[in-house]
């Protein structure tokens, strides 16, 4: 069994700075579809950045330029710089190891104004 742990989440003012962490039970590289979701109170989960089966990254428009995925062989991170009020949310480490989609339980996010 596969397990991933979100850390890294808190309070910040808008414009601050937060890295997540996500560290992975087994080497990092044996899980695929790594990624970063979120999900704002009320709102749907969402993809926020992750990381392809050829290290392409990827990134939800809302956070272009702001946020940056990156991995070592044990850890996702996200590096999130220039935070906003709408980045509030419950972020979620996700990952496929082989068939089986395995999430974190998430960590709190909280940009205030």
């Known amino acids: 069994q596969v397990q991933l742990v979100e850390s890294g989440g808190g309070l910040v003012q808008a414009g601050g700075s937060l890295r997540l962490s996500c560290a992975a039970s087994?080497?990092?590289?044996?899980?695929?579809?790594i990624a970063w979701y979120r999900q704002p109170p009320g709102k749907q989960r969402e993809l926020v950045a992750g990381?392809?089966?050829?290290?392409g990254k990827h990134y939800a428009d809302s956070v272009k330029g702001r946020f940056t995925v990156s991995r070592d062989n044990t850890k996702l991170y996200l590096q999130m710089n220039s935070l906003k009020p709408d980045d509030t949310g419950a972020y979620y480490c996700?990952?496929?190891?082989?068939?089986?989609?395995?999430w974190g339980q998430g960590t709190q996010v909280t940009v205030t104004s």
């Open positions: 087994r080497n990092i590289n044996s899980i695929s579809d």
């Open positions: 990381i392809g089966l050829r290290g």
């Open positions: 996700y990952g496929k190891y082989g068939t089986v989609s395995i």
